[in-house]
């Protein structure tokens, strides 16, 4: 079975804050997504990345940054955290031309 | 407009009932079409795909009517363990790819 693994179930950290949030996948896939979850908003696509150091805006990037140097562990960064950004943090991973997204068990951020 | 609009719910549903519920779209390029479903606090998984044709498995039945742009999910003699939140996923592009946009999901309850 695929393998998703976030690194922290739940987090809380200060407005400011640098954060880093890490996504492992075990299957060799070459599409990780991340993406956030807010009641009444669905997930929303942060970042996506098709290959090693590759990597794409999604529809709400802003405030976010990724980086993807091995191919399967892929990090978001939030570069000054705002109380905005207090959301459910869900990464995913997929094949190519393949849009079955394999989702990791997701980041409860809580900034305060 | 949502790209992708869900009617929230809860549906409460009794034990062995059936319950039908869509989704609507509003670009009319999208070629691929999605059922998740996901548990409270778990993350979301790929309940089917919808095909034009309609597809079936198991007491999941899903249809397409790209006319009048919407997408179904009914489920036939309800289980408790079927309580969760159904995800429609479309990828709007019209291209292949893994640029899926989610709707806000639709809660199902069973209810003995």
């Known amino acids: 079975d695929v393998k998703v693994t976030q690194s922290s179930r739940y987090l809380v950290k200060r407005t400011g804050e640098k954060v880093f949030l890490e996504c492992v996948q075990d299957?060799?896939?070459?599409?990780m997504f991340w993406y956030r979850q807010d009641p009444g908003l669905g997930l929303r696509l942060i970042y996506f990345s098709y290959d090693v150091k590759m990597k794409e805006k999604g529809d709400i990037p802003e405030g976010y940054s990724v980086s993807r140097e091995k191919k399967e562990r892929f990090s978001l960064i939030l570069e000054s955290a705002s109380t905005n950004q207090t959301s459910m943090y869900l990464c995913?991973?997929?094949?190519?031309?393949?849009?079955?997204?394999?989702f990791g068990s997701g980041t409860q951020l809580s900034v305060l | 407009r949502k790209e992708v609009e869900q009617d929230p719910g809860p549906f409460n549903v009794p034990e062995g009932a059936t319950v039908a519920f869509n989704c609507t779209y509003s670009n009319s390029a999208s070629q691929s079409f999605f059922w998740y479903r996901q548990d409270c606090r778990k993350e979301p998984k790929l309940l089917m795909s919808?095909?034009?044709s309609g597809n079936e498995d198991g007491r999941f039945t899903a249809q397409l009517n790209r006319a009048s742009q919407y997408i179904s999910l009914l489920i036939r003699d309800s289980k408790l363990s079927d309580s969760a939140t159904y995800l429609c996923v479309v990828n709007p592009s019209g291209a292949a790819g893994n640029k899926l946009t989610f709707g806000g999901g639709t809660r199902v309850l069973v209810k003995p």
């Open positions: 299957m060799d896939h070459e599409n």
């Open positions: 919808v095909y034009s």
């Open positions: 995913a991973s997929s094949v190519p031309a393949n849009e079955k997204l394999f």
